[in-house]
């Protein structure tokens, strides 16, 4: 295999010390290694400005809360939102669970109708089913293309004024389908419903832009986007946000305690309940400066190189099946016939290779392929051709090993 200049690395291998010579890290959609500016600032938070936030009047408190919602306007300027429609969650499933909790359980009743799709990670699915249960609501999925797209003909003839919601995943962490997120949100608007985007696989590989993609929400974890763990973001309308009753009840969130009544705070402030993970705000806003700095554009190209490379040299092995379609946003989910992908994987660590292998956190995509896991490869900014080299040459080992 020839190196082309497309999947060289992006030059920035060196930023990102948990990456030793020699090893193919290819789980970046589980979660990506991370770069030096995070850590440090990370390290910074803790050993040099560290203090609470919204609280303190001196001036190391003070310091810290500006650089908080510092962070918050960092993060609205890279969704292109308002920083009021920007609240700090734990991560994705933190942020659609807020959701499904105080929008989904106090607009919908009884026959209302909420709207998935196959492909969906199983926290845009749960949150859903507990919601609907709660309040007697019914969950329709939409099926996917023959190239396992989210099928959205399908969708537009699904849809009726009974359904209230739609949430899909921006990209596929399986197949690494790409939603075309503006139609999808122009049929859910179609028949009055709102429509909220999975944006994990997406923030790390496209760029992206609220006021384009016309969602409702829009929600992300940090880990994926080279920033920390514990810490994500649920983007909302103001008007949807400051309709919504709290999520959770504690310090913070609230505008006057007595125990006769209690008030609460405007938006974002009542849905951040409690202390937040301080550090891990900085090392969001670290993260997205440091995406912005090699810039979305050309991570999306780079990927783009590598999935078409990795693609086309494991489908010409005879017993690999690759899934997903041909321009999936850097990730590849393959099947290596009669060896079940824990095998798979297991092989290739021994040759320096990490994937991931498994249902991916999304059954009933499995079950729609007939199998009960796949292997994956995914990418990020480190990775190259020496990493698809590696991978190649692990799976010819494997389809040896089991003859
Ligand atoms: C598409 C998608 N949605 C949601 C999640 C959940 O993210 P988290 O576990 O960081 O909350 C993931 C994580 O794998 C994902 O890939």
Known sequence: MTLDLDTRPLDVLADFPAI?????YLDTAATSQKPRPVIDAITRGYAESYATVHRGVYQRSADMTFA??????????????DE?????????????????????????????RILLSQL??????VPWQMVAERVGAEIDVVPLTADQRIDLDAMAAMLTEKHKLVALAHVSNVL????DC???????HGVGAKILLDGCQAVPRLPVDMAALDCDFYVFSGHKLYGPT???????????LDAMPPYQGGGSMIDRVTFAKTTYAPPPGRFEAGTPHIVGVLGLHAAIDYVDSIGLARIHAHEAALVAQTRAALSSINSVRVFGPEASAGIVSFAV???HPHDVATILDEGQVAIRAGHHCAQPLMDSLGLPATARASFGVYNGARDIEALVKGVERVTRIFG
């Open 84 to 112: 009021r429609e920007v609240i700090f969650v734990r991560g994705a499933t933190e942020g659609i669970n807020l959701v499904a909790q105080c929008w989904a359980g106090s607009q919908l009743k009884a026959g209302d």
């Open 182 to 188: 503006r139609r999808a949100a122009d049929l859910a």
């Open 120 to 125: 969906e990670h199983h926290s845009n699915i």
């Open 20 to 24: 030793p010579a020699g090893w193919a």
């Open 68 to 81: 908080y919602e510092a962070a918050r306007r960092r993060v609205a300027r890279f969704l292109g939102g």
């Open 230 to 240: 514990g810490i994500g973001v649920l983007w909302g309308r103001y008007e949807l």
């Open 337 to 339: 016939e009669g060896v």
């Open 176 to 179: 690494g389908s790409v939603l």
